[in-house]
């Protein structure tokens, strides 16, 4: 046995329960957790270097953690909360007297409290997530879900596709994004076809998808990933998930996903970090999303991030503002985003072409759209729209665009990309020779 590589609570990251000794093996090699009297602490050993390295589960590396002030916070026995509150996160994990309704015999008592009562209704999402995944992992142990990941399609690259259409086209890249419903809006398409959606979409100039998978709130599922995933839709595939376990990770992408998404809001900072290193060994993205400058410095100055996107909608009252991009990209924070080679991505409050450029402007070399294209009766046509090109007026033409696609066609992401790009480039190039006739 190599010896123990690290002694951490991490309730957060597993989900465990406070008190009581506990140990037990994790079924998988080279992995072993164990919980100990100490407050929600999580005890990790590494047996064989070669067994960790061939599974796509792993554990804590001391190295890579050992010196963490957050680790020395939580083996001080520090709860979740309180770190969490520490880094200016408002939502707390679950509600902290315990559920509102208990159970007494045949009757079902209700006893609200400030303690039991979300604050809003990002906190209530969260903590009803935390009781869908407690169930699930349940039924879908991790032993379950590391044979479904040997049968997992090939991963695309999801980093890649929006580099891509960024330098082809010169536009922020498109994630277009597969939802019917919002806790918002409510149902936002009543004739909702995951599948053919997509496949709108992606013909449309789409880089990336992203498929909401919240059933509850977003009337989504992990069935309409994985659909997707098996209709031949080549774009790479972001799990629109609220994401409060290392768990989730797995199952995202045993179902298909090319990415996830972490929400800085609601994840301290080793949460973070663990999930991004999960991220890693799968070979997946993360996009790590923040909501206001605290947040954003927070993640910048987590190391091994390639996407951030900035969500412009308050998470405590879900109103819309774009300015917000513009808020947070300041000279500074632009410079270390380029230092770090990092992809921002816009979110949010984007309906029309002069939202499209006025973030881009602002920084932003990517977008991520839902509402304002699946509310039409032609989602995939009104990607065109969105960017300001009236593909009806663009004549038709044996123009050789080869020259145009050529930088597209030789990137090791165009395979795994999108065929829409095409399209895309070839309606800016016409707009941009009509100008040039006239």
Same mark, same amino acid.
Request: with cysteine.
């Given at each position: ?262 929400? /800085? &809001? %609601?994840?301290?900072? +080793?949460?973070?970090?663990?999930? $991004? #290193? ?7 993205? @993360? ?74 402007? /602002? &920084? %932003?070399?990517?977008? +991520?759209?839902?509402?304002?294209? $699946? #509310? ?7 990607? @065109? ?54």
């Amino acid at each position: 046995m190599a010896g123990i590589s690290m002694g951490v609570s991490a309730p957060g990251l597993l989900n465990l329960k406070c008190g009581g000794a506990f140990s037990q093996s994790s079924g998988f090699p080279g992995v072993f957790f164990g919980r100990t009297k100490m407050p929600a602490a999580l005890r990790c050993m590494r047996l064989d270097e070669d067994d960790i390295s061939s599974s796509p589960l792993l554990t804590f590396s001391s190295d890579y953690l050992a010196d963490s002030i957050e680790v020395r916070e939580w083996e001080s026995g520090k709860s979740l909360e309180t770190i969490a509150a520490n880094q200016g996160i408002k939502i707390r994990r679950r509600p902290p007297t315990g559920p509102p309704t208990h159970a007494v015999g045949p009757f079902e008592f209700r006893l609200e409290n400030e303690g039991n009562t979300p604050r809003n209704i990002l906190e209530k999402i969260i903590w009803d997530k935390d009781v869908e995944v407690s169930q699930l992992k349940e039924r879908k142990p991790l032993t379950v879900i590391g044979k479904a990941l040997e049968n997992a399609p090939p991963v695309r690259d999801f980093i890649g596709s929006l580099k891509v259409s960024h330098e082809c086209t010169g536009m922020p890249a498109l994630i277009a994004e597969v939802k019917k419903a919002s806790p918002s809006r409510g149902v936002l398409r009543e004739d909702f076809n995951p599948v053919e959606v997509a496949i709108a979409y992606e013909k449309n100039g789409a880089a990336c998808l992203s498929v909401l998978t919240d059933e509850k709130y977003f009337q989504g599922s992990f069935e309409n990933l994985e659909a997707i995933r098996n209709s031949g839709v080549k774009c790479p595939l972001l799990c629109k998930e609220f994401i409060i376990d290392a768990w989730q990770i797995y199952y995202a992408r045993s179902k298909g996903a090319d990415a996830i998404l972490l929400i /800085a &809001g %609601v994840l301290p900072d +080793l949460d973070i970090k663990y999930m $991004i #290193k999960i991220c890693r060994k799968l070979g997946i993205a @993360a996009l790590v999303e923040v909501h206001n400058e605290r947040e954003m410095d927070r993640v910048l100055a987590i190391d091994g991030i390639k996407l951030i996107g900035i969500n412009n909608r308050d998470l405590e009252t879900f109103e819309v503002d774009i300015s917000n991009t513009k808020k947070l990209l300041n000279k500074d924070r632009l410079q270390i985003l380029s230092q770090k080679g990092i992809i921002v991505v816009g979110e949010s409050g984007l309906f029309t072409p002069d939202d499209i450029s006025y973030v881009q402007d /602002a &920084g %932003v070399k990517a977008v +991520l759209v839902g509402e304002s294209l $699946i #509310k039409l009766e032609d989602p995939g046509k009104g990607i @065109a729209k969105l960017f300001g090109i009236d593909s009806s007026t663009v004549p038709h033409s044996s123009l050789d665009i080869a020259e145009i696609s050529k930088a597209c066609e030789q990137s090791e992401a165009f395979d795994s990309c999108f065929p829409g790009i095409v399209y895309l480039v070839q309606c800016i190039a016409m707009i941009r020779i009509c100008i040039l006739i006239l």
